[in-house]
């Protein structure tokens, strides 16, 4: 698009300007013609300074088009260029860089392929000019190789474990160097690099002397030349922008170079806003800044709506693994770029090729640089994805944990395959708990292809042979343990069956026995009796002495045996009662061996689920800690623990009601007593309840949106920031308005003070530059306090109270430090100062 047509848009975003978009690259003008001047002198020139900086659209729309515009009058404007990044293959991509040129637009290259180049450029480290003389580059003609995000050779150098690869990187650096020596063809050599990657030039013999010789430090911009920047490209777009919008912008900018790519996309963003609702002449301003998140959220609110279209989960998770291949956290947990192929991508994904393309385009449509190339440039096979820029990685929160998962992913892989390296080898064993259940659990959730895998170890298969035998091996044990476990809890039931079967033999033969007591003592009975009968007959006869004297002996025996019956039934009685309690002893015997079993296992898992969660593997922990409970739900030791795990990773157990708003609520503010606890919803409500019962205590709104929110140390009064820059007090407990606060020029910031002496009072930073102290009545505590300057901050600084509350202090930008008393308003001191925005620190 060009200027004039509906919907252009003059900011680029993330990505760097092209060279034909030098009409709206702003405010670099001397740094263009400071790096001409040194290309001049040097036909070698790193372009070096730190992410964000500005080194590839410094070189792409400044320096390039100003070569063949002929500022270089001694080499005249006739330019050859071609631009490559390193990549894993640096001469292949050289080669190919060269084909583009237009050194083939002759006869004498009709039937030369970029394979032809290759071989020429690998045959010395004097290929890069032998190619130049096979592609015809005439004694007029100038050759321009620029080597953009030189940094890429440095890690795929350190990566790559077979020697041939480091050496191709070695014999790139030594062709471009020997290049730019010579003095035959006029041969250019113009490479961009982050200044933290600097040290890494003693990797390759002669890189490092030949980067001190053309060094050119990307400088800062000041900030008349971001005003530049700002302005500039929207006069060329047709449009107008508020002053106060280009102050708020420098004041958010500040001085970190970080920050100019994501003021870019935050001003591309606004653009977009301000084209699809704006009133007649009027220009960007606050209100279009605002509603697209400002600098602080822009760009992550941005690609956080675009992940959002991708409702399934499948394209979720297809988005994620995407970004993860095409980013990596060096050794050093710096964050790097790593473009890749489309087709490799879709093996490292396990995804078919339409659905990649999709999530791609998804992300390179028109208004969304995340991903490159453009959305004009036709995906094939071999066309290299990237992201825009590194400062995706730091502001897209989603992003910066898919970064920190994959290198935590990567490093479970390369300890896995190292292991299985050495099991091979014979210098280790399988995989055992915990790491075999951190193994599994990582495949399980990760998914990982061979594709994937190759990126870090190239013996994938052997690894997960590895943990696959390793996991056999595991079930094989927990078979037997649990066969062992069951054969002894089957021998130990019918020991409890044999005692309890002998227990109850016992107790019948007593009974038997207390039968035959009682039918003796029934025939002793009848005995005596017949003794009584005959006593009676002695007198009738003499003949019947005899027998009657005989029956008595044998009813007295009788008796005896009776006797001796019934104490025999009494002691089979105990013997069967002492074996019924030894059955039941041994059953009971048996189940406390099955119990400590079952107790020594749920602490083994304990023990190991707390030393996971101490060494920060927080999901391999829970697991074992589930199994605990699992086996044994009263183990309280493992519910707390884990309990403690889940909140420490910010997962709400608490059972009282749930806080709602119909629209998404901002993080939650607590009173310091913490019994109260407001939420709200910026442009909505804001609700304040009680933190122990979760009632709804009063709710209040603004009339317009609402910028942030506050509670005083009671909490009894919130105090509500507006897009008017005023301040609104309310009563949290009734929920009606109590003043508002309104200076000139408005409030920019604000805190509450807790002074020792003197209760209720708030701070505020005004628009004026002054600070001034309030109570919570609405009503000025103090004047305004100010010097003859105005207070160094931003949208983001607060007023600056000590500890103990009980002064009010800041620079200002006459020079000088000033301190106020909090109870009174005096003046403490004013000192002068010669730094432009100190740090302050008092002394307790």
């Known amino acids: 698009m060009t200027p004039g047509d509906p919907g252009f848009n003059p900011f680029p975003g993330l990505r760097p300007f092209d060279m034909d978009e030098e009409y709206l690259f702003f405010g670099r003008e001397d740094q263009r013609k400071e790096l001409v001047s040194l290309l001049r002198e040097q036909r070698f020139v790193a372009v070096l300074g730190a992410s964000g900086s500005g080194k590839s659209s410094l070189v792409r729309a400044g320096l390039l088009p100003a070569l063949y515009g002929g500022v270089m009058t001694r080499a005249g404007s006739n330019w050859h260029i071609a631009v490559m990044r390193p990549g894993g293959h640096a001469i292949t991509n050289l080669a190919e860089a060269l084909f583009d040129t237009d050194l083939l637009d002759n006869e004498v290259c009709e039937d030369l392929t970029e ?9 010395s480290s004097l290929g890069l000019i032998e190619a130049a003389r096979q592609l015809g580059l005439q004694k007029n003609e100038n050759l321009l190789v620029v080597v953009d995000q030189f940094e890429e050779l440095f890690r795929f150098n350190s990566n790559q474990s077979d020697r041939g690869s480091k050496d191709e990187a070695a014999a790139f650096v030594k062709m471009l160097v020997e290049a730019a020596r010579q003095e035959d063809l006029s041969i250019y050599v113009v490479l961009t690099m ?8 003693s990797q390759f013999e002669e890189l ?13 911009l000041n900030r008349e030349n971001k005003k530049t920047a700002i302005e500039g490209p929207v006069r060329v777009g047709g449009g107008e922008i508020a002053p106060r919008l280009v102050q708020r912008l420098l004041n958010d900018l500040g001085d970190d170079p970080d920050q100019l790519p994501i003021m870019q996309h935050a001003l591309m963003r606004t653009w977009d806003c301000w084209l699809a609702d704006h009133g007649e002449n009027e220009p960007l301003d606050l209100r279009h800044y605002e509603s697209t998140g400002g600098m602080d959220e822009a760009l992550s609110r941005h690609a956080d709506e675009v992940y959002a279209e991708a409702t399934a989960e499948e394209e979720q998770r297809l988005t994620r693994q995407l970004f993860q291949a095409l980013t990596e956290k060096g050794v050093d947990n710096r964050g790097i770029r790593r473009p890749t192929p489309l087709k490799d991508l879709c093996s490292i994904t396990g995804a078919e090729q339409g659905k990649v393309v999709a999530v791609i385009d998804r992300f390179r449509k028109p208004g969304r640089t995340f991903l490159m190339p453009p959305i004009d440039r036709e995906l094939e096979d071999g066309t290299v994805i990237d992201i825009s820029h590194e400062s995706l990685m730091r502001v897209w929160v989603s992003l910066g944990r898919w970064v920190d998962d994959e290198a935590q992913s990567a490093r479970i892989y390369l300890r896995l395959a190292e292991t299985a390296q050495l099991h091979a080898d014979g210098s280790a064993g399988l995989y055992h708990d915990p790491d075999l259940q951190i193994a599994l659990s990582w495949r399980e959730n990760e998914h990982p292809t061979e594709a994937w895998g190759s990126r870090y170890h190239p013996e994938y298969r052997q690894a997960i042979r590895f943990l696959e035998q390793s996991h056999e091996v595991k079930l094989e044990e927990q078979r ?11 021998q130990a039931k019918r020991l409890a069956k044999a005692e309890q079967d002998r227990a109850e033999a016992q107790q019948q033969l007593a009974v038997k026995q207390r039968k035959r007591a009682k039918i003796a003592a029934v025939l002793a009975c009848m005995a005596l009796i017949a003794t009584a009968v005959a006593g009676v007959a002695w007198n009738q006869s003499q003949k019947s002495e005899q027998l009657a004297n005989q029956a008595k002996v044998t009813a007295q025996e009788n008796a005896t ?3 001796e019956a019934q104490k025999q039934a009494e002691k089979q009685e105990e013997l069967a009662k002492k074996n019924l309690q030894t059955a039941e002893e041994a059953q009971k015997a048996a189940e406390e061996s099955s119990g400590k079993l079952s ?22 922990g829970l697991a074992y800690l589930a199994r605990a409970i699992r086996r044994d739900p009263s183990h309280w030791q493992s519910t707390m623990r884990a309990m403690s795990a889940l909140e420490n990773r910010n997962i709400n157990l608490d059972m009282r009601p749930v806080l709602k708003h119909s629209n998404p609520a901002q993080f939650p503010i607590i009173s310091n007593d913490g019994n109260t606890i407001l939420t709200y919803v910026i442009g909505a409500e804001a609700r304040v309840w009680n933190i122990a019962t979760g009632e709804l205590i009063s709710e209040f709104a603004t009339e317009t949106k609402s910028k942030t929110i506050s509670l005083s140390p009671d909490g009894t009064v919130a105090a509500d920031l507006d897009l008017n820059n005023t301040l609104h007090l309310w009563n949290t407990e009734k929920g009606n308005k109590i003043n508002v606060i309104a200076p000139g020029e408005g409030v920019i910031t604000f805190c509450f003070l807790n002074h020792p002496n003197v209760k209720d009072l708030i701070a505020t930073y005004n628009g004026s530059g002054a600070l001034q102290i309030w109570n919570l009545k609405g009503a000025a505590h103090t004047p305004p306090l100010r010097s003859k300057g105005r207070f160094v901050g931003n949208r983001n600084t607060l007023p600056k109270i000590s500890k103990d509350n009980r002064y009010i202090f800041g620079a200002f930008d006459d020079g000088t430090f000033n301190m106020w008393d909090v109870s009174s308003g005096e003046k403490i001191c004013t000192v002068k100062h010669k730094t432009p925005n100190p740090d302050i620190y008092l002394s307790p």
């Not at 982050?194 to 030039?201: E, K, P, Q």
């Not at 490092?208 to 800062?220: F, S």
């Open 115 to 123: 394979l032809d180049i290759e071989a020429t450029l690998i045959r």
């Open 194 to 201: 982050r200044s933290d990657f600097f040290g890494d030039c």
């Open 208 to 220: 490092a002397e030949a980067v001190n010789k053309g060094e050119y430090l990307v400088p800062r």
């Open 480 to 490: 037997a343990e649990e066969a062992a476990r069951e054969r002894e809890l089957e």
């Open 561 to 563: 045996k009776a006797a």
């Open 599 to 620: 107790r020594n296992l749920t602490r083994s898992d304990f023990v190991s689920g707390v030393d996971l969660l101490d060494s920060n593997r927080t999901s391999e």
